[in-house]
């Protein structure tokens, strides 16, 4: 299986890589904005990394190229999200997991977004 992980600089994605380097055989591609200077690689043979933002579908694309399953680490851009779905859809990746904190840029209003942030 081959796992994309979009914003893998993130704090729960290097959880995921790290969970999926030492417990499975699947091939990781790590992609994330300045990511050579960000990550590096563990294994030359399992893993591989794209450097590129959420914005730039081209990117997106070839990063996704054979993927079984992309991991969405961030989904607070509706721009970003809007590239990465329809990237998602051109190169007919099926499975998704996708994780977000709600209120995180206090974009919540009212009682809930007060009730929220605490």
């Known amino acids: 299986m081959k796992v994309l992980i ?41 893993e591989v990394i794209f450097d590129g933002d959420f914005k730039d579908k081209e990117k997106l694309l070839n990063a996704m190229r054979d993927a079984d399953l992309v991991y ?28 977000s904190v709600l209120g995180i840029y206090d974009e919540m209003p009212g009682a809930f977004g007060k009730w929220n942030k605490r």
């Open 72 to 99: 969405i680490n961030d989904m607070g851009d509706d721009k970003s999200t809007k590239t990465i779905i329809d990237a998602l859809y051109d190169a007919g990746v099926r499975r998704v997991i996708a994780a």
């Open 6 to 46: 979009l914003g893998a600089a993130g704090q729960i994605a290097r959880m995921l890589r790290k969970e999926l380097f030492n417990e499975t055989v699947h091939s990781i591609v790590l992609y994330a904005r300045d990511s050579h200077k960000r990550l590096t690689i563990n294994d030359d043979n399992r």
